[in-house]
């Protein structure tokens, strides 16, 4: 069994916060950091059927994960990464300055299925060996 860093597991987790944090804030934490406007939200990248910020923060958080835990978590380690970006975008619907919208929500999804997809397939062809 692989030893799993403490730095690792930190980093995972303080990311994991910070993510809440900024979803839950009513505003744009980094659109105030940027423009000075809490309203205007900054994008990495432009945004085509899914929201490009929201994928790469789910993208980034997943593959976080997937080196902060033993290889018998990571299915709970998706169930979680799943429900919480429904849960927060649900939350989206009541926090003052931000709406729920679909874009977002598959963002999240496709961020996390996309490491999903790739652990899955990295796990069958070692096992195929």
Not at 18 to 43: A, M, N, R, V
Not at 65 to 79: A, C, D, M, T, Y
Not at 84 to 104: A, K, M, T
Request: contains cysteine; charged residues 10%; glycine residues 6%.
């Amino acid at each position: 069994m692989k030893k799993i860093s403490l730095f690792t597991k930190f980093t995972f987790h303080f990311s994991n916060v910070t993510l809440l944090i900024l979803y839950l804030y009513p505003g744009s934490i980094f659109g105030w950091i940027i423009y000075g406007d809490f309203e205007k939200q900054p994008s990495i990248t432009p945004d085509f059927v899914v929201s490009s910020n929201h994928f790469y923060a789910f993208l980034v958080l997943t593959i976080l994960g997937i080196f902060s835990f033993e290889k018998n978590k990571i299915k709970i380690l998706f169930i979680y990464l799943f429900s919480i970006s429904i849960i927060l975008e649900i939350c989206h619907g009541v926090i003052p300055n931000r709406s729920f919208q679909y874009s977002d929500l598959f963002g999240n999804f496709l961020g996390v299925l996309l490491v999903f997809l790739v652990f899955n397939f990295n796990q069958y062809f070692k096992n195929q060996k």
